[in-house]
């Protein structure tokens, strides 16, 4: 296998017997394969793919997938049914939480022991258990049987020790989903620092957003099978169109241009890369408004005032019921950086009758974002008597356009802000 590559993977497969009763155990084993007491489920099957050293891969998919299954494969805690997996280097995993450590020792036996299963000597370990013991930041509780912790603080002490035996690779599967925030933001922060001195990062998530700020690509699994690989926001895009009901024929948004000195029609590329929902109301048009226009330039300039314009259609959507409206601002990397939508606005919007047209007017403020180009995702929906929201028409980047910006901006999102002195205290 090339050095360059650190995980290859071939026709791989994972199936479990499944018997009704357990005494179908005993037969199978008594008919020694004469005949079959069980069922075949394929956690696994036929999965193949290379990842390349360095690179950050998010697997993406519904519960009960395979996703997790893939990473104990990968980690070798379990046997493929078929097919082969290569590892090159160092792998360190943070699975289900327990696994690895022993419940009836002590946080302090369990850093020894899981840290030796990586290969490190015990003056290694003792060399660095201060640093692992502080970035758990569970106190005296390191001394206690882990059996008497709380799930955030065994996943505290388990990341604590993965990140500190120098991986080469780095898997995490969702474990980081029950830290408290602030420890989370100390995870993300070091797995930042570990990705950017080269450590591969393989991480299961229903996290869109960290799929589209951390990977370079993504995997999306459904039904034991690999079903595609690309680049994060294409397979996100996929993916939550999948778990919406299915893509459905994307129609094409009207542009429009022109205005008054003072209003400036910002169009865009105005072509959404999906489009799902069931169709009773639906956007015909679209556009955005610079309300500003003070140095005369088309594009639109961060933190100016905006105007987003949505026609709509009732095709057939009851009248006298309120709409959810929305919409999602996203970089070109993909990931979500603002949204807003009329629920959380308090604001009710009706239709007009079913046959008809409307306009909803969204006016609001440009964030002081990088500056590049953005995409405007907008949502039609309705909240059902359960509570869920039913999506009518949703356009994934609908609105794709330019941001310029007066002022430099160097981090993803900038927060203008007064600066006050205050003396004789």
Not at 16 to 41: S, T
Not at 221 to 226: E, G, H, Q, T
């Amino acid at each position: 296998m090339s050095s360059e590559v650190a995980i290859r993977v071939h026709g791989l497969s994972k199936c479990y017997e499944i018997y009704e009763q357990p005494r179908h155990r005993l037969l199978q084993l008594l008919f020694r394969g004469r005949k079959q007491f069980f069922r075949e489920f394929w956690a696994l099957h036929d999965v193949s793919f290379e990842i390349k050293r360095g690179e950050t891969v998010g697997i993406i998919g519904r519960n009960g997938s395979g996703k997790s299954t893939l990473l104990q494969l990968l980690c070798g805690t379990l046997a493929p049914t078929n097919g082969s997996v290569q590892v090159n280097g160092r792998i360190a995993a943070l699975l289900e939480l327990g696994a690895g450590f022993n419940p009836e020792f002590t946080g302090r036996e369990n850093v020894f022991l899981s840290a030796s299963l990586y290969g490190l000597s015990r003056d290694q370990i003792s060399e660095r258990f201060e640093k692992i013991s502080e970035f758990a930041d569970i106190g005296e509780f390191i001394d206690q049987p882990v059996k008497t912790y709380s799930s955030g603080m065994f996943v505290r002490l388990a990341f604590a020790v993965v990140v500190h035996v120098d991986p080469d690779i780095l898997v995490i599967d969702e474990a980081l989903a029950v830290g408290d925030s602030a420890f989370v933001h100390k995870c993300f922060a070091t797995i930042n620092r570990l990705v950017a001195n080269g450590v591969t990062l393989i991480f299961v998530t229903h996290d869109m957003t960290a799929v589209r700020s951390l990977c370079k690509r993504a995997f999306w699994i459904d039904r034991s099978r690999l079903m595609a690989i690309g680049s994060p926001g294409e397979i996100a895009d996929k993916y939550l169109v999948s778990i919406e009901g299915g893509r459905m024929p994307v129609a094409q948004v009207a542009s429009h241009s022109g205005g008054s000195q003072k209003q400036v029609v910002t169009t865009g590329k105005l072509t959404p890369s999906a489009r799902y929902g069931d169709q009773s109301i639906s956007v015909m048009a679209a556009k955005i408004i610079n309300c500003e226009n003070a140095d005369g330039n088309r594009a639109l300039v961060h933190g100016c005032k905006i105007r987003i314009e949505l026609t709509l259609v009732n095709n057939a959507f009851e009248s006298d019921s309120s709409l959810v409206v929305g919409y999602v601002l996203r970089n070109q990397k993909g990931l979500d950086i603002a949204s807003n939508n009329s629920e959380d606005a308090e604001t009710a919007v009706y239709p007009c009758a079913q046959g008809g047209r409307f306009k909803i007017n969204i006016s609001t403020t440009l964030p002081f974002v990088h500056p590049g180009s953005y995409a405007l995702s907008i949502s039609i929906g309705c909240r059902l008597e359960d509570g869920q929201m039913k999506a009518l028409d949703y356009l994934e980047n609908g609105l794709v356009f330019d941001v310029m910006g007066k002022e430099n901006c160097h981090v993803l999102l900038a927060m203008p802000s007064d600066y006050e002195v205050v003396y004789d205290l």
